[in-house]
C-alpha cells in the first residue's frame, strides 16, 4: 500500500470515528415505554400520598395532558447523562436552577421517543428558598411495575434521595 493510500485510508477512517462519535451525541435510542399514566387515576394519587392533598387543592400542581408514558427510572437517568444540562455553566442570574430544570424538560419534551413521559418542573423549599428540579413518575425497576416519585437535581444529574422537602409547585406538559 503506498503512502498516499495509507493517507486516504487514515482521513476515511477519522471520518467515520467522528460521524460516529457525533451521531451517538446527537441521537439517543428511544426509552423503553413500559406502560401509560392516567393524571387524575395514578399521578395526582401519588402526588396526593407524597406531599399532601393541599398542593392538589390549591391549584399547584398543573398537569397538562391526560395520560402519559411511563418508563424505568434508570431509563430517565439514562436520557438526563446523554442531555448534558448539568454539563452547562452556572451563571448567576442568568442561567441558574429555573433554567437547568426547564432546560432538561425542554429538551426531553422534543426528543422524539421520549416526548409523553410522565416527567415535568418542580419548586421546592430548601432552607429558606425555592430551588427548581425535575420531577418524574417511573417504575423502580423493569420488574416492580408500581409508580414512584423521583426528583432529579438538574444541575448535576443526580437523584435527589431525601425528597421528603416541601413542594410548592409542579408542572407536568
Known amino acids: 500500500m503506498s503512502a498516499v493510500e495509507r493517507f486516504y485510508r487514515n482521513v476515511a477512517g477519522y471520518w467515520y470515528r467522528l460521524v460516529v462519535k457525533l451521531r451517538a451525541r446527537l441521537y ?11 393524571t387524575s387515576l395514578d399521578i395526582l394519587p401519588l402526588i396526593v400520598d407524597k406531599y399532601g392533598i393541599g398542593l392538589v387543592d390549591s391549584g399547584q400542581v398543573k398537569t397538562l395532558s391526560g395520560h402519559y408514558k411511563v418508563t424505568t427510572i434508570a431509563e430517565v437517568m ?14 448567576e442570574p442568568y442561567h441558574n436552577c429555573p433554567d437547568y ?10 426528543t ?14 430548601v ?22 416519585i423521583y426528583l432529579i437535581e438538574p444541575q448535576d444529574g443526580r437523584i435527589l434521595l431525601n425528597h421528603n422537602r416541601l ?3 409542579i408542572l407536568m406538559p
Open 28 to 38: 439517543i435510542k428511544p426509552a423503553m415505554m413500559l406502560g401509560e399514566l392516567n
Open 167 to 169: 413542594v410548592q409547585y
Open 127 to 148: 432552607g429558606s428558598q425555592i430551588h427548581s428540579v425535575n420531577i418524574a413518575v417511573a417504575y423502580p425497576s423493569e420488574d416492580q411495575q408500581e409508580g414512584t
Open 112 to 125: 422524539k421517543g421520549w416526548w409523553g413521559l410522565a416527567f415535568g418542573f418542580a419548586h421546592v423549599v
Open 78 to 91: 439514562r436520557f438526563v447523562k446523554w442531555a448534558e444540562i448539568h454539563k452547562l455553566p452556572y451563571e
Open 101 to 110: 430544570a426547564m432546560g432538561l424538560l425542554g429538551k426531553l419534551c422534543n
